[in-house]
């Protein structure tokens, strides 16, 4: 495997239509933009669920005029570690509250997990791959849907996903209780008392 460019998915795309390649991105072709717009709509979905390369905890502050507190314009998902603080447009919202000014509910700052969208050509080799199959995928199914293609194409898509996702274990040594929701749950654990042996 390599690097790839958004010409070659584009390239990829087109070649399931019987289609020849490009020698660069012309939007004047009838299937290129089509193409370019499934890449975008795959590299979003493909992300979401977070990986090493895109998952960061981060330190939001709220606005000192507004108290809202503003989400990264890349981020895809925020995890606040409580349920009382959720991601609502491009803001953090307080739904016991029902309003967006967090100064009620925060003190200074609050520390999120958050899921970034990285843009294709920054993607990691493995992350590429992924993305363009499933581009391939999906581009197949809305222009020509042949059974035998689309299978070739899901399987492809299907064992750079299965390598993505072990990648993944490795870089990341997932553990669960590192999330924000469990290390709240695991700060209001207090420790049992032992009682003090009774000597006879």
């Given amino acids: 495997m390599a690097i790839i460019t958004k010409l070659e998915v584009v390239n990829a795309c087109l070649d399931t239509m019987g289609e020849s390649p490009l020698n660069a991105i012309d939007e004047d072709h009838p299937y290129v933009a089509?193409?370019?717009?499934?890449?975008?709509?795959?590299?979003?979905?493909?992300?979401?669920?977070?990986?090493?390369?895109?998952?960061e905890l981060s330190t939001l502050k709220p606005d000192p005029n507004t108290g809202y507190i503003y989400i990264p314009a890349d981020a895809i998902n925020v995890d606040a570690?409580?349920?009382?603080?959720?991601?609502?447009?491009?803001?953090?919202?307080?739904r016991?509250?029902?309003?967006?000014?967090?100064?009620?509910?925060?003190?200074?700052?609050?520390?999120?997990f958050l899921v970034r969208e990285v843009p294709f050509e920054d993607l990691p080799m493995l992350a590429q791959h992924v993305i363009s199959?499933?581009?391939?995928?999906?581009?197949?199914?809305?222009?020509?849907?042949?059974?035998?293609?689309?299978?070739?194409?899901g399987g492809a898509y299907q064992r750079a996903y299965v390598t993505l996702k072990a990648e993944n274990i490795r870089n990341q040594r997932t553990n669960m209780f590192n999330t924000p929701s469990i290390q709240q749950k695991l700060r209001l654990i207090q420790p049992m008392s032992r009682f003090a042996r009774r000597r006879w």
């Fill in 34 to 55: 089509a193409a370019l717009n499934k890449l975008a709509s795959c590299n979003t979905l493909e992300q979401a669920p977070g990986y090493w390369f895109n998952s």
């Fill in 81 to 94: 570690g409580d349920n009382r603080i959720i991601a609502r447009g491009r803001r953090l919202y307080d």
């Fill in 96 to 112: 016991y509250n029902g309003t967006y000014d967090m100064r009620t509910l925060v003190s200074g700052s609050v520390q999120v």
């Fill in 133 to 153: 199959a499933r581009t391939q995928l999906d581009f197949q199914e809305s222009f020509d849907g042949d059974s035998q293609k689309y299978n070739k194409l």
